[in-house]
């Protein structure tokens, strides 16, 4: 691993983006040439601003946990109970996420040291690091914590503050033995040193931090006593793992056992301010041993290292005496049998020697002597080295080498390929940047290995390479942007050679290339991480690109990491306000030409995009399952698949990929046959038929042909009826016993001429016998609501596209009209009736559908406009009443059972056999009466009544039956009296009044 450590990580006095995108940078960059870069800092803070630098893993990978930090010394000190230090603890690891590997501490340079803060309580101090050293994250302990220094920080002045003396070597022998005794059991025990995921909170309440870390099948329970005086683990409250042997790593003369369900079967007590550390390891469901090794190697200073096959780890490392001796003691083992080891050792000028198997016991002293053997034999050559060029720069890789012993490589350069070749540096890893190179020189590179004794291996091949920016290649499309009149598009970026968002220059102008295409090339360093946008000019305004979030983007910009791609070349194409690359299109134009034992596969190659790659053939048996068959190259646009089974039926589609490994979605499936030779055509299609599907679409019908062996059909159409026919389908048209193909090219007003032919599997073709006329006709309804003001109105009836089962919704125009457009075929009748409301639809008609009938006329364009149910219903139940030189007229409602009402008209005439009526009144009448004054008396007058509709078209009605009347004057009929002689009372009575006066 590869550590950089920032020791402040903020930026603080800089905008705080400005470090974020410092560390992404860094780390994109550093990454791509050692991807275990670890880079981990100081950002004192608390858990979310620290989130911001490690949650996404592309800034920061760990941090220093401060808050984590002030919680345990608050813990220690018991300020804060173990179920809060818990709680505390869960949150910050739900704020970080789990990306980083966070660093605990628990006191440092900048603050006083802890046995201090603990009031010189080293318990305290043992409980905090029996915490720190079995928790999940890498700790860290400031010097001298471990013997016990103590130390203050005075304010600002760190130079002079007592926390940061040298390292006081008069020991606290005791507390160095516990730190020494746990970090010895993490390097025993690889639970102890997982992360979270190996974590289980156990018991955390009160005064008892109980957890357990696991690794595998071996657990290990960590308990700790927050209170100062010793306690019995709460064993009833949780279970672990059933019936195991524990051994306490911390007093290795303790052991515990655990029943069926898991629960402990003995007390657990534990000392005030202590920590227990049970053991269970997987073997047997023990707990653990302890072996040891010792013996000779007869090299004095030799390295000796016991690996744990099982777990994959070094467990005890030593060094042999002055007469080759050494003892190792405490290898953690099996406490029931045998457990086999690996052991190696390595003095200098000797090679490694590895004892594969070592068999050790628990409490047993095994003795291994080995005799070491002078190295003298070189490294391999290093192999897979190969250079890139960059802008003023060369970077080298190659592989690692195989040998254990590696010690590092040493570089060689010269400017010719015959030398000399000078050494200009010496690397540990797999990999160089030269800085030290000028653009255009060609340099020439060989390496060799060299390992730990100094042998080195011979030269490796030499590889030359000329370093050099390459041409960054910018394409937008606009086509799709929905902005008119582009005059000219731009590039801005946040490199000096892309105008630095046009502070240092202006935006970089690029090259309409037609069809919606702009491109411009910059000259870039390869190791660049640009940040870009595109921006048009409509000759008004200069408009940018919206913010873009995802992958190739960063902080609202399209983000790229730029590569010399082989050829010095990098074409990055774009699609306006789309993020990241755009895919290449999807394949069209693929057509299937089986024949025998093979099947024939082309495509039209109009994939224009720059940067494509090829072209990936998918091929499926059941239409379902897809395997790729062929990658072939991008200007190639065909493929023969052979070796298939005749009368087997195989299904094909295409992708299309681009040097950036970028897809495009699948083409349509196509399917074929092989077959061998057939010469017999399929029957030619008949019944051909058409149905509009609106203006500008029509549905093309014809009769299923009936061959086994038809694999389906093409569509020709043409503006004359004898010449001219293209086919319109790119595949062929689907076997169903249905078939139809739908035109959507068409234009209303134009006659187009149809034929269809059938292909069978051999590509024999039908031939035509029958031509279809197809002529649209642009059709609009009007239809007139009057009174009725619906909240909607539907158009319902044959042929398509009429016959839904709720009809075509129309649209209102002002307060009565409701208008929807169509399109039908020439010649054709239409049926139809209106709907408002969904539920009142007109009445019958007078014809024998008893629905509006319409013949459509060869024609662009018809509007045909409709009163609701048309003419309203004649009047009923009309008569009149003369008075002196008046009329009254009466008549039966309507209102009850008509939808559109506005009124009602009144006629008159004196001469019924040639004279005209006359309109009585000049707005209509809305009651079932009227009162025709200033007539003639002893005339007689003839009347009618007309109903009249509503709207922007108000009909009249048939006049009602003719009823007549003539007005007279009044005549006075004299009343006199016996009684009252002077009294004389009169009325006037007209002839028509015929009533009867009984005077008593």
């Known amino acids: 691993m590869r550590g950089f450590r920032e020791d402040y990580a903020k930026f603080e006095g800089n905008p705080v983006e400005h470090g974020h995108q410092y560390w992404e940078q860094v780390v994109a960059k550093v990454s791509k040439t050692f991807p275990d870069f670890y880079p981990f800092g100081e950002v004192y803070d608390g858990a979310y601003k620290i989130s911001t630098y490690v949650w996404s893993g592309k800034e920061l990978r760990g941090c220093f946990d401060f808050p984590l930090k002030w919680v345990t010394v608050d813990w220690m000190s018991g300020s804060k109970d173990s179920g809060t230090f818990r709680n505390d603890i869960d949150g910050y690891e739900a704020t970080y996420g789990n990306n980083p590997i966070m660093v605990s501490f628990i006191d440092n340079h900048d603050v006083d040291r802890i046995l201090r803060t603990m009031n010189w309580d080293s318990w305290k101090v043992r409980r905090g690091f029996g915490f720190t050293l079995t928790h999940c994250i890498p700790p860290k302990i400031f010097y001298g914590t471990e013997t016990g220094m103590d130390g203050y920080r005075i304010g600002t002045d760190l130079d002079n503050s007592p926390c940061i003396d040298p390292m006081n070597w008069n ?54 006593n927050q209170s100062s005086t010793s306690a019995d683990a709460p064993t009833g409250s949780f279970t672990t793992w059933a019936n195991r042997t524990w051994r306490d790593w911390m007093n290795w003369s303790d052991y515990f056992t655990t029943d069926a369900n898991g629960y402990f079967n003995e007390t657990i007590t534990v000392q005030g301010n202590d920590v227990r550390i049970l053991v ?74 590895t004892v594969t198997t070592v068999t050790l016991y628990d409490s047993v002293t095994t003795t291994l002597d080995v005799t070491l053997v002078p ?162 000019d409509d000759g008004v305004n200069q408009i940018w690109e919206n913010n873009f979030s995802g992958n190739y983007s960063y902080y609202n910009n399209r983000y790229f990491s730029l590569y010399d791609p082989g050829d010095g070349v990098l074409n990055l194409i774009h699609k306006w306000n789309v993020p990241g690359l755009a895919l290449p299109r999807r394949p069209y134009g693929i057509v299937l030409s089986p024949r025998d034992s093979a099947i024939d596969i082309g495509w039209d190659i109009v994939n224009t995009e720059p940067g494509l790659n090829y072209y990936t053939i998918y091929r499926s048996t059941d239409g379902v399952n897809f395997v790729p068959i062929a990658n072939v190259a991008r200007e190639v646009g065909k493929y023969s698949d052979t070796g298939l089974v005749n009368g087997t039926t195989y299904w094909y589609y295409l992708t299309v990929t681009d040097i950036f490994g970028n897809t495009s979605e699948n083409s349509v499936t196509n399917s074929a046959v092989p077959t061998a030779v057939d010469t017999i055509l399929p029957s030619p299609v008949i019944s051909l038929s058409a149905e509009a599907l609106g203006t500008n679409s029509v549905k093309i019908k014809w009769s299923p042909n009936t061959e086994a062996d038809l694999a389906g059909y093409n569509i020709y159409r043409s503006y004359v009826s004898n010449a001219g026919y293209i086919k319109l389908n790119n595949t062929l048209i689907t076997v169903s016993s249905n078939p139809y193909w739908i035109d959507n090219t068409i234009q209303y007003g134009t006659n187009y001429f149809y034929r269809v032919e059938a292909v069978d599997f051999a590509t024999n073709t039908s031939g035509f016998t029958e031509t279809l006329s197809v002529y649209i006709v642009k059709t609009k309804f009007k239809v007139d609501t009057g009174e009725i003001y619906p909240a909607t109105v539907n158009i319902i009836g044959t042929p398509a596209p009429l016959d839904t089962d709720t009809g075509l919704i129309m649209q209102q125009k002002d307060l009565y009209t409701f208008e929807y457009t169509t399109g039908f075929l020439a010649y054709s009748t239409i049926r139809y009736k209106y709907k408002y409301n969904n539920t009142t639809i007109e009445d019958d008609f007078p014809t024998i ?102 709207g922007n078209i108000q009909l009249e009605s048939s006049p009602s039956v003719v009823v007549s009347a003539i007005p007279k004057a009044s005549q006075p009929v004299y009343f006199k009296t016996m009684r009252d002689t002077n009294a004389i009372r009169y009325v006037y009575v007209s002839e028509r009044d015929g009533f009867r006066v009984k005077i008593r």
């Open 171 to 224: 020991f606290d022998y005791e507390q160095y033995g516990f730190f020494k005794h746990i970090i010895k059991g993490r390097r025993s025990f690889p639970g102890l040193r997982s992360d979270k995921g190996s974590r289980i909170w156990k018991y955390t309440s009160g005064q008892w931090l109980i957890y357990e870390r696991n690794y595998y099948n071996d657990a290990i329970l960590v308990i700790i």
């Open 849 to 950: 559908s008893r629905y509006r009938e319409v013949e459509i006329p060869k024609t662009p364009y018809i509007e045909i406009d409709d009163d609701w149910e048309e003419i309203p219903p004649t009047p009923e139940g009309v008569w009149a009443f003369p008075w002196n030189k008046r009329v009254d007229l009466f008549w039966d409602s309507l209102s009850s059972n008509v939808e559109d009402l506005k009124g009602y008209n009144v006629y008159y005439t004196t001469n019924i056999y040639n004279g005209t009526f006359q309109k009585y009144n000049s707005t209509p009448i809305t009651t079932t009466s009227v009162s025709i004054t200033g007539l003639s008396n002893n005339v007689t007058y003839y009347f009618v009544v007309k109903s009249i509709d509503g």
């Open 375 to 536: 190295d003298t034999t070189p490294p391999s050559v290093p192999q897979g080295f190969f250079a890139k060029p960059g802008d003023k720069m060369v970077e080298l890789d190659w592989d690692d080498n195989p040998e254990e012993d590696i010690d590092s490589y040493k570089i060689y350069r010269s400017t010719s390929y015959d030398g000399p070749y000078s050494l200009i540096d010496v690397v540990l890893r797999s990999a160089y940047i030269d800085h030290n190179v000028e653009n255009g020189v060609t340099y020439y590179y060989r390496i060799r290995a060299k390992d730990r004794n100094g042998n080195l291996s011979s030269y490796s091949k030499i590889v030359s390479v000329t370093p050099n920016p390459i041409d960054v290649v910018f394409w937008v499309d606009v086509s799709e942007s929905g902005i008119n009149n582009i005059q000219k598009v731009y590039l801005a970026g946040n490199s000096e050679k892309m105008g630095f968002w046009g502070i240092i220059s202006p935006h970089l102008e690029m090259q309409d290339m037609g069809n919606g295409w702009w491109k411009v090339s910059v000259k870039l360093d390869p190791r660049l991480n640009i940040q870009y946008k595109f921006v048009i």
């Open 280 to 353: 269970s390891r997987e073997y047997g469901g023990g707990g653990f041993g302890a072996a040891n090794l010792q013996g000779n190697t007869g090299v004095p200073g030799t390295i000796v290292a016991v690996w744990n096959y099982a777990k994959d780890i070094v467990s005890r490392v030593t060094k042999s005496d002055s007469s080759g001796n050494y003892f190792i003691s405490d290898i953690v083992c099996k406490d029931n049998g045998p457990e086999t080891f690996k052991v190696q050792f390595w003095a200098p000028g000797y090679e490694i020697k």
